[in-house]
């Protein structure tokens, strides 16, 4: 598609379900980007993807947290037995590569509400 | 670690102001930083872009010049308007790791123009 696609663009669910948040990012772009935004805490950065692999996954806030990149393109992001300190934006980017100075281009985020 | 620091928000400025939104960073290596933008309803949008020091971005009206000397990347435009009002984000992407990791985001200013 022609920009960073992200679904749903709302859920609202229970505390304790799991939740599964998609991206799919700007064709030919190999590099994926997950963020949280929140009131509290600003724009977070969670993890990248250099193709199918994530290199770090230290900035994923608990192991309740984990994200999968299949076949280069569509990312997941998995919230198990969510609490309502998820509550936020998750935001997806993509840029072509990795590199410091490759702008990242934004999805318009899945707005996560726990009960 | 790496640290965005921008000016607190909400900033109101009358229509044809002058605007500054100070940016300072904490780095290392050589990083680069951007700009982004949210306007009301809309996802992040990348504004402007430097790549190293001394270069300046522009877009729109808006620039920004990176500054090593003063680790800074203030984002001013000379005339702003009503559609300008938006969420304005400072950001670097560092150089450390191949710049891999993700963007580090400042708290974001909210910019709001009165006619």
């Known amino acids: 598609g022609a920009g960073v696609s992200q679904s749903p663009s709302n859920k609202v669910t229970e505390k304790g379900k799991d939740v599964e948040l998609r991206c799919d990012p700007i064709s030919g772009h190999t590099a994926l980007y997950w963020y949280r935004q929140s009131l509290g805490q600003g724009l977070e950065f969670l993890i990248y993807?250099?193709?199918?692999?994530?290199?770090?996954k230290s900035g994923l806030p608990s192991d309740r947290f984990s994200a999968e990149r299949t076949g280069g393109s569509v990312s997941t992001l998995t919230i198990q037995r969510t609490q309502q300190e998820d509550s936020a934006v998750y935001l997806c980017?993509?840029?072509?590569?990795?590199?410091?100075?490759?702008?990242?281009?934004f999805g318009d985020g899945t707005r996560l509400s726990i009960l | 670690g790496n640290s965005v620091t921008q000016m607190e928000g909400p900033v109101t400025l009358s229509e044809e102001a002058f605007l500054t939104i100070n940016c300072t960073y904490t780095?290392?290596?050589?990083?680069?930083l951007f700009w982004y933008v949210q306007y009301p309803g809309e996802g992040l949008q990348l504004l402007l872009k430097a790549t190293k020091a001394d270069d300046k971005g522009s877009n729109k009206g808006f620039e920004a010049t990176y500054r090593k000397e003063t680790t800074s990347f203030h984002l001013e435009k000379g005339s702003v308007q009503v559609s300008d009002s938006a969420v304005y984000f400072c950001a670097l992407k560092g150089s450390s790791g191949g710049g891999a990791d993700g963007l580090t985001f400042g708290k974001g200013t909210h910019l709001i123009i009165q006619p």
């Open positions: 780095a290392t290596g050589y990083p680069s």
């Open positions: 993807f250099q193709g199918n692999s994530a290199p770090d």
């Open positions: 980017a993509s840029s072509l590569v990795v590199g410091s100075n490759q702008p990242q281009h």
